[in-house]
């Protein structure tokens, strides 16, 4: 484990709404770097939490555009490398091409987007922040780096919102 | 890709112990591009005709039977690798018949003896030498004092004159013995003529031919110069064309190429043929009318089960078309009445004034002796009158019946000599055999008739450790000495040689017999024809011909296309081509009309137990309408009990149910009536053909000659005679794929495709084609196509790229039986639906509009197969490649064509290696290809040149001109497939009102 | 909340036991009869391969083709499993876009079972080709020959097709399973969590993560609708391309699909009935999704019914005389019964789901689907077998005799997809956790005194 | 072209598979010339397979300038090159020529041996295509000229004992021949 130890601290909620709420205090009062934990997509949290929407997308779209082109490349390309007459057909003929274009299309579209995933998960690293296992079944957790001169206002904060365990990281 | 080394070629080890060490010192350097071979062998001494890579041809003469059609063998790196036709022999002018074909694999085949060999004690076979074997030879011989009996299946040769002499030196007895020797024909002919000679039938002459149950396209005869002269009167060319009439129990395939088939009870054709002459003669006043007063049409009606006017149409229209021709004879038409038949249809022949015209007498040799002498000579042997007995190329103890006690008498001799290649049953019963060689490996010569001497030169080096018999009989007439001292030869060459040096009487001996050997032999013109003198004729009283045996179902055997009298029967590629009427392979059936099936209660398959007072045989059922309901028909040439692993054990010989009373002076086949018993048993057929009927699709199109004269097209033909509407395409469909084709083509003008090349395209007369499947066996030749087995054909995976459809038509209601025949082989079609499945391009379309198949891209998904509408691909399930060809058949293998292996499909591939070595030729000789350069091996080995191949971009291309002739049609026309194959229209020769084949459109 | 309780949709548990239910699946000691049915699923794929082997040494002749008929049973099987890989994406994909939340507590399973059939059907291609060694040659490589596959093959469409499908399937559904592994790894200890923890890839459930994984989802979601539709269009194309009466319908596409997300949801219900019962799953897979899937069977049913009319339609209408040779011995000739099951099976069964009663019952409903599997089956022999064994010339014509070697690669496939699903459903979690959870409101403040 | 092509190609997923498989043939670079008066004593030091006898092409080809088809007698008619019969071997070495070097004495004197006993001296066999490919040598000679040979089998005249200098059958070879000299690339020009 060679990575730097966050400080902080880390409260967990039985209820979303208080939750919710305390991230919202903890966002005015300038606490932007939150962890919320919760084991399960949940729209109150996003709006409380409030950031923009995913760029994954762009991943998506790109592959998208990519894999088309390379489908219909591939096959165009290859048919005229070594031009063979079948069927009395044209050698390169469009629409049974459409087929690689698609194919394509959805390959590299849906395999670059799980690595849109990744990428930008991996680029928020959550390494060294506490985590319990709790909140992949029925908490939320809520952990907040700060210093020992914060803490205590946080703990504070945590537990006037009803959070059920409050823990400080040193 | 490497399994495509593994392919079994030629094993060069296996090779080099056949050819390559003894004497002349040829060597192998074929399948030189295989990787299996390891090491380069060179050559001792440069033979100056063989060129590695470049075939030899070399002239000889057809030893599978004693037609002596002339051959020219094409060799490789000195093993012959295909049997075709030689076109200046007058015989079979450049075709050659399945048969013929297959003697390469008697050369090359596996089970022939290696060398001498002598019954020990023990009755077990002991391999002994050479010297060794002919002093026991010699010293029986020569200790017979006069006991000795000389049984040779050759027939009128140098040899067989020799071996006359020899024996009559030895005060011996010597028959030369032919199964099928046409003896009624002769005795008939001594009858009317008083003559013993056969004539030779100019069919190609007659106008209107009618055959007493003589298969003149099967076995009967010269069969291959009979069907040509038959594909040159009856095939069209807009012109009249002859009719042809086939008088007997069993539609055979002659029967099936005549335009009508009269179908009368065996032994009734006598009548029928009476009737006629009758008629004839009264019409042309002929000095035969005096002879046939108690037959008139109405006298023999009833017995004949005609009409009287039947008969009476049929002498007419016979009379009226002059030279007309009567054939009679032959295994079918074999009963105890026989000789009344021939004697019948001769009268008929005079009484028309054919004799001279189309029956033209003085061209044959005296033919062979048969039953009528072979019977003697067993009944003394029986007798015990011999010591030695000496079987040349010869099997009585097959070809003739069991009932008649032959094996016991032979046994009877005290010494028995067989000079037999292959272990058949007469050997087997001998104590000695001195192996001959084949026909390709030996100095011999055949003399099928007058002005006729065909050549056999030894074209490769003995196969196996033969000696020719010839040589066998100078040596031990040496040993032997006292009256046989005096053939003293050093050699039978030697003696052929001068023998020939008499009859050359040439100044120059040595040049002649190069230029003869380089034709093959010597073609006199055929002697003048001389007209037989009629012996005085008093009124005829024939006899109804009687049947042995309480049954209900006159037995007829009749011999087999591919085994002929059993001689066949070892061979694969024969085996496998199926039979042409039933379209079985590798097995023997009887026949029995439906009616007669369902009375039984007899199914296809079905194992039946036939019972005749001299033998049983089971045999399997084949339902077929084309046999009378009151005859069983059944094909001789299988149930070898000996004879090598093809044969052994395979089928039933129907001889076995014959009895084999003579008393006439041959032998009667049709002679039996049997019961029939059920078994129980089953055996499945191994049937090439699927559905026997055309379904209205159109695949074998016809029309009556009226609408042919009148240049008709089929189309037009069929809509004229009101029969099914046109399956083309509706007009609609035609503006749709107007111009489709070109505009598709512009869009592929790419890489190969853009530069000129020729186009090839192929042309079938269906109107000369006879289904005789010598193009098939002549394709299996060319390509090495793997022979499958019997299990194998039981799926349906034979592999023959080439075949003959056969459909029926009629049969029903009234309608008469017909039978369509045309041969189906890759369409090479321009928009080919088989290609564009293919994932790897294995299968594609060549610039020179060839439908490739490259089998070492080919990875074997079957689209393709599954996409062609004529199901002319052909698939290896199995490592057939490995099991086709069991050394040394290998060496038959042609190295211009790989052997495919499992998992790869194949196909016709329109001679394509053929095509390049000419085009290969042509550009090492900077010239352009000539038309008819190329011809593929089917179109060359048919008999009735019913094929065309050559370039369709060529104008004056003779396959052009058949190509736009008014009969063309392609097959299967509406899928738009344009199919490179065009098929002429057959052309039936009956009235236009008469016309049936409602199942064809 | 009572009034949302009603909604049968929804489930009734809390995020506490929807975690303890699911992992429980998995951590419980499993029974002797998993044992044994892995086990002999087991076998049946050795019988698989030793099967294969015996043709990679002998040539696919000893499998019971014969000519004209050159795609037989293994043709047939590949359709068939390929058929069953779909409703899998069409429920997780379609219905996710869809938003019909009946969705939820069955997708996993689908997709466990798309995957695994489309690995299948993929065996299939290199078994049933003359070569094995060489099936490479169907992917464009650059080689030592210059050599490309041929693009307008529809062969080489399904090549792509299929390992499309494969591969995009497969990711999809890895994808889902990621925060269940990792709520899994939570719930587990000793080396099996080590094992979940390395396959949840981190996962920690944290804001950041959830933010890109829900779009991503989405977007998979976007790109498989198409997919799942396209795949068999493709394969039918592969018949539909050729010229053999019987196979070159316009219809094939949608007649195919349809075909097989029916035969798809007909798998589905025949893996789902026992399971649900098996792993105790009962109150999350409730009455009220068969019954979703019930309708959907019926849906499809009835577009098969009438494709099935149309076929015969156009044979009749096109005028041609192969079209209606061919369909007319579809019912009335040598394979008349294959003929009949399929239309038995497929078109008249599938109707009794319009009643409710049958519908509703489990039992009834699983015999239901016991026969859509068989008569999906048949349909495609039909199709495939059927149509070859008389297309244009009747001399060519001819029947099939499949040998042991067929039956034995046929048996062999169900015991190679039942092995990986067997062994799935006991290792993953089969019930999507995290979505479920995602559809129970959370607890509020408010309403304290529910759950616990 | 193709080779850009083949780099693009790689980075779209296949580099893998393409430097494995992909192969273009490697141009007939000549070997170090053998100097004919060190006789090299054993063979198996030199490149390529050891023959049955020692016979040196660069003798026979480059020194005396014996021309390939001397030998080779029907490569220019035929679709095989022919091995040159024991007969021609001894038209030169029965009594004339008897070797320069008591090494080739020794060569020479296994030569007359097995012509003496009859037996054919069997060559070691260095190219070879497969049996699915149909090679016409003829047609090759006649368009690239009888000086053609090293084009396939490398400068043999310079070989004391012959190598494979180009995989011959290796069908990138020949196509990439037929593309530069803008001949028929059709399958069935070779294959049937």
Redesign the interface.
């Known amino acids: 484990m060679a990575y730097r130890h966050v400080p902080g601290v880390l409260a967990s909620f ?5 939750a919710c709420s305390a991230i919202r205090e903890l966002k005015s009062s300038g606490h932007d770097d ?9 729209h ?3 709006a409380a ?1 409030g ?1 923009p ?2 760029p ?2 762009l991943f ?1 779209l790109i592959g ?1 555009l990519v894999g088309c082109t390379a489908g219909f490349g ?2 165009m390309w ?2 005229n ?2 031009p ?1 007459l ?2 009395g ?1 044209p050698i390169v ?1 469009v629409p ?2 459409v ?2 274009g ?3 299309t ?2 590299i ?3 670059s ?2 690595a ?3 990428i ?2 991996a680029m ?1 690293s ?1 390494k060294g922040r506490p ?1 319990d ?6 908490r ?1 957790g809520v952990f907040v780096p700060c210093g020992a001169d914060q803490a205590a206002g946080v703990e504070m904060l945590f537990t006037q919102h ?1 959070s059920v365990e409050v823990t400080r990281d040193a | ?1 490497t ?1 495509q080394a593994e392919a079994s070629g030629v094993d060069r080890r296996q090779f080099l112990k056949v050819i390559g060490t003894a004497g002349a010192g040829a060597a192998i350097l074929s399948g030189c591009s295989t990787e299996r071979i390891s090491t380069l062998v060179p050559y001792m001494v440069q033979s100056e005709d063989q060129v590695p890579g470049i075939p030899t041809w070399y002239a000889s003469t057809c030893s599978e039977c004693n037609n002596g059609c002339g051959v020219y063998v094409k060799t490789r790196e000195g093993r012959p690798i295909k049997l075709e036709g030689n076109p200046d022999h007058p015989v079979n002018a450049g075709t050659l018949c399945s048969r013929g074909q297959a003697g390469l694999q008697a050369l090359y085949n596996p089970d022939r003896l290696a060398g001498p060999m002598a019954k020990n004690a023990a009755g077990k076979w002991d391999a002994i030498k050479w010297d060794d074997a002919i002093a026991r030879f010699a010293a029986k011989v020569g200790a017979t004092n006069g006991e000795l009996a000389v049984i040779n299946g050759y027939s009128a040769s140098t040899f067989s004159t020799m071996l006359t002499k020899w024996t009559a030196a030895l005060n011996g007895f010597v028959t030369n013995f032919q199964p099928f020797s046409r003896e009624p024909e002769r005795l008939a002919n001594q009858k009317t003529w008083g003559r013993d000679d056969l004539p030779v039938y100019d069919f190609a002459a007659a106008k209107y031919i009618v055959s007493f149950g003589a298969d003149f396209l099967e076995t009967w005869g010269s069969v291959v110069e009979q069907q040509r002269g038959f594909a040159t009167s009856h095939g069209f060319n807009d012109g009249a064309m002859s009719r042809a009439v086939f008088v007997g129990p069993r539609l055979s395939l002659t029967a099936a190429n005549a335009d009508e088939w009269v179908n009368v009870p065996a032994g009734s054709e006598t009548l029928v043929a009476l009737a006629m002459a009758h008629v004839v003669a009264a019409k042309t006043g002929s000095a035969v009318a005096s002879a046939l007063t108690a037959y008139a049409p109405e006298q023999v009606a009833k017995d004949t089960g005609l009409t009287a006017d039947q008969i009476t149409k049929l002498a007419n229209a016979f009379a009226a078309a002059s030279p007309s021709l009567a054939v009679a004879g032959g295994v079918g038409a074999q009963h105890r009445g026989a000789i009344d038949l021939c004697h019948a249809v001769n009268l008929l022949n005079e009484a028309a004034g054919n004799v001279g015209k189309t029956v033209m007498f003085g061209a044959a040799p005296s033919a062979s002796e048969g039953y009528g002498s072979i019977q003697p000579l067993f009944d003394r042997m029986s007798q015990g009158q011999f010591q030695v007995v000496l079987v040349h190329d010869a099997n009585p103890l097959f070809t003739l019946p069991k009932s008649g006690k032959f094996t016991e008498s032979f046994r009877k001799v005290a010494f028995k000599v067989s000079t037999a290649t292959v272990l058949d049953e007469t050997a087997a019963e001998c104590d000695l055999i001195l192996p001959n060689l084949h026909g390709l490996e030996r100095w011999d010569d055949l003399m099928p008739r007058k002005g006729v001497l065909g050549m056999l030169q030894p074209v490769v080096e003995p196969v196996r450790g033969g000696m020719h018999t010839g040589d066998v009989l100078l040596q031990a007439s040496q040993k032997i000495g006292g009256a046989v001292a005096s053939f003293n030869a050093k050699s039978y060459e030697a003696y052929l040689k001068a023998e020939w040096e008499k009859s050359f009487k040439s100044s120059d001996f040595a040049t002649d017999m190069r230029e003869a050997l380089g034709r093959g032999g010597v073609y006199t013109a055929s002697t003048t024809v001389d007209q037989p003198k009629l012996v005085a004729t008093t009124a005829l009283a024939v006899t109804t011909p009687t049947f042995d045996g309480p049954g209900d179902y006159v037995l007829m055997p009749y011999p087999s296309m591919q085994y002929h009298d059993g001689r066949g029967a070892n061979k694969p590629w024969l085996l496998e081509n199926p039979d042409p009427i039933t379209k079985i392979t590798w097995q023997s059936w009887v026949e029995i009309h439906p009616d007669t099936a369902q009375k039984l209660d007899v199914r296809e398959g079905e194992i039946v137990e036939l019972t005749s007072p001299h033998g049983k045989a089971r045999a399997q059922v084949y339902v077929y309408a084309g046999v009378r309901p009151d005859t069983f028909a059944m094909p001789i040439g299988l149930g070898h009990t000996e004879y090598g692993r093809y044969a052994q054990g395979r089928g039933v010989n129907p001889l076995d149910l014959v009895g084999a009373a003579d008393g006439q002076g041959f032998l009667p086949y049709v002679g039996t009536k049997v019961s029939v018993a059920r078994t129980g048993d089953y055996h499945q057929v191994a049937r090439v ?9 159109g ?1 074998i199109q016809t029309m009556p000659v009226a609408n042919a004269i009148k240049k008709m097209t089929p189309e037009e033909s069929y809509k004229a005679i009101g029969r099914g509407e046109a ?1 083309s395409n509706p007009e609609l469909e035609q503006k749709a794929i107007a111009g489709f084709y070109e505009a598709q083509l512009d869009a592929t003008k790419f890489g190969d495709y853009a530069n000129e090349h020729p186009k090839w395209g192929m042309a079938v007369d269906l109107s000369r084609c006879t289904g005789c499947s010598a193009c098939v066996t002549a394709c299996y030749a060319e390509n090495n196509i793997p022979t499958v087995g019997e299990e ?1 054909v039981f ?3 034979e592999m023959s790229w080439m ?1 003959i ?3 029926w038509e009629g049969g029903t209601n009234g309608e008469p039986l017909q039978a369509r025949f045309s041969p ?1 082989m890759c369409q090479h079609c321009d928009n080919a ?1 088989c290609e ?6 294995a299968s ?1 379309h060549t610039a020179d509009g060839l439908n490739g198949q490259v089998y070492n ?7 393709c ?3 062609c ?3 002319v691909r ?6 057939y490649n490995e099991s086709a060809w069991p050394e040394p058949l290998n060496l038959q293998l042609n190295p211009d064509v790989i052997t495919r ?5 194949e196909k016709c591939t329109f001679c394509v290696q053929r095509i390049r070595s000419a085009q290969n030729t042509a550009r090492l000789e900077d010239r352009d290809l000539k038309d008819g350069e190329i011809v593929t091996a089917c179109a060359q080995s048919c008999p009735s040149g019913a094929i065309k191949f050559g370039n369709v971009k060529d104008p004056n291309a003779k396959v052009v001109q058949w190509k736009q002739n008014h009969r063309g049609y392609v ?2 026309e ?2 738009n ?1 344009r199919p490179s194959v065009t098929y002429l229209a057959k052309v039936l020769n009956i009235e236009t009102a008469a016309f049936t084949g409602a199942e064809e459109r | 909340m009572a009034v949302i309780a009603h909604d049968p949709s929804l489930p009734t548990q ?3 036991e929807v ?1 303890r239910d699911v992992v429980r699946t998995i951590t419980d000691k499993p029974a002797m009869g998993y044992y044994i049915l892995a086990g002999s699923m087991a076998f049946l794929t050795l019988v698989l391969f030793v099967t294969l082997g015996a043709m990679l040494k ?5 499998a ?5 008929v ?2 037989s049973v293994f043709i047939t099987t590949f359709v068939f499993w390929v058929g069953i890989g779909h409703a899998g994406t069409l429920i997780s994909a379609i219905l996710f876009l869809f938003r019909s939340r009946w969705r939820t507590a069955v997708y996993r399973s689908t997709e466990a079972m798309t995957v695994f059939a489309v690995m299948t059907a993929a065996l299939f291609p290199i078994i ?5 060694w ?2 490479y ?2 992917i ?18 399904d ?3 299929i390992s ?1 499908y494969l ?2 399937s497969s ?2 559904l890895m ?1 889902g399973l990621v ?1 269940d592994i ?2 899994v ?3 587990v200890s000793g080396w099996k969590k080590t094992v979940y923890a390395k396959l949840s ?2 996962w ?13 989802y989405l ?2 979601a976007a ?2 609708t ?2 799942v539709l ?1 795949v068999h269009s ?1 394969v039918s194309w ?1 018949f539909a ?4 009466p019987g196979w070159h319908g316009t219809i094939f596409a949608p007649y195919f699909v349809a075909g097989a997300i029916y035969s798809g949801v007909g798998m589905v219900l025949t893996l789902m009935i026992p399971l649900r019962k098996v792993l105790r799953l009962d109150q999350m897979i409730t009455e009220y999704h068969f019954d979703n899937l019930a309708k959907l069977t019926l849906l499809t049913g009835s577009i098969l019914f009438y494709a099935y009319s149309m076929e015969y339609f156009i044979a009749w209408y096109s005028g ?3 079209e209606q ?1 061919t369909f007319w011995r579809r019912v009335f000739g040598p394979n008349w019964w294959a003929g009949w099951s399929m239309v038995i099976c497929n078109a008249f069964m599938s109707q009794l789901l319009w009643f409710p009663k049958i519908r509703k019952n489990l039992a009834s409903l699983f015999v239901i689907s016991i026969f859509i599997n068989i008569g999906m089956w048949f349909e495609r022999y039909v199709i495939v077998v059927s149509s ?1 064994t ?9 029947q099939i ?1 499949p040998s042991w070697a067929d039956w034995c690669i046929l048996a062999g496939s169900f015991g190679w997809f039942g092995l990986w699903f067997t062994l799935f459903y006991k290792n993953f979690p089969i019930v999507a ?3 479920i ?2 559809m129970i ?6 309403a ?1 005194a529910r759950g616990h | 072209m ?1 080779k850009w092509f ?1 780099a693009g ?1 790689g980075v779209l997923a ?1 580099a893998a ?2 430097s494995v ?3 273009r043939p490697s141009g007939a670079q000549q070997p170090a010339a053998a100097k004919s008066n060190i006789m090299p004593v054993d063979t198996g030091s030199l490149k390529g397979p050891r023959q049955p006898i020692f016979f040196r092409h660069d003798i026979h080809a480059g020194q005396k300038q014996i021309p390939c088809q001397y030998c080779h007698y029907s490569v220019g008619v035929s679709n095989e090159p022919g091995i040159p019969s024991m007969q021609t071997c001894m038209g030169c070495h029965s009594l004339a020529v008897g070797g320069s070097t008591p090494e080739n004495k020794v060569e020479i004197k296994k030569l007359r041996a097995a012509f003496n006993a009859r037996k054919p001296i069997e060559w070691v066999r260095i190219h070879a295509v497969a049996r699915h490919v149909h090679f016409p040598h003829s047609r090759h000679i006649k368009a690239l000229g009888p000086q053609a040979c090293a084009t396939c089998h490398g400068n043999v005249a310079r070989m004391p004992q012959v190598y494979k200098v180009n995989n011959v059958n ?3 070879f020949c ?1 990439t021949c037929h593309l530069e000299r803008k001949v028929s690339r059709d399958c069935s020009t070779c294959h049937y």
């Not at chain 3, 008389?390 to 001819?398: H, I, K, L």
Request: with cysteine; aromatic share 14%; glycine share 8%.
């Open positions: 039985e209820h979303i709404d208080a939150l962890t919320v934990y919760s084991a399960a997509a949940n109150e949290l996003e939490i950031d929407v995913s994954v997308r998506t998208g591939l096959a290859m048919s490398d070594w063979l079948t069927g057909k003929t049974p091409f087929v690689f698609f194919e394509l959805v390959l579209g849906s395999l987007t799980v849109g995933i990744i930008l998960s928020k959550l985590y296992p709790r909140f992949s079944d029925d939320i009803g | 890709m399994d053909d699927g559905t026997p009927r055309q379904l209205g699709r695949i399956e194998q799926r349906r995976r075949r459809e056969r459909y189906v639906p564009p499945v293919c994932p790897v391009y594609y891209r080919c990875v074997g998904t079957r689209y197969s599954n996409n509408p004529f199901k052909y698939f290896n399930w199995l490592k292996v499992r998992g790869v499909m097959m299967l509406e899928t497939v | 809390t995020h506490a975690t002998y040539g696919i002749g000893i019971g083709y014969q000519p004209p050159m795609w049933h080709i003359g070569r094995e060489v099936f040659w169907l464009p490589y650059p080689n030592a020959r210059f050599l490309w596959p041929n693009f307008k093959s529809p062969l080489m469409w090549v792509f097709a499309t591969t995009v990711t999809f994808v925060p990792a709520a790894r939570d719930h890839l981190g920690t459930g944290a804001d950041s993560q959830w933010r890109h994984y829900t779009r991503a977007y998979l790109l498989c198409p997919l396209s493709v592969d391309m050729s010229i053999v041609s005389l192969f040779t070859l008389n297309d244009y010339v009747p001399y060519a014509w001819g005799n956790i995290q979505e959870k995602e409101p959370m607890p509020r403040r408010g304290a | 193709r083949f190609f296949m598979v393409a498989t992909m192969f290796n069908m990138g196509i």
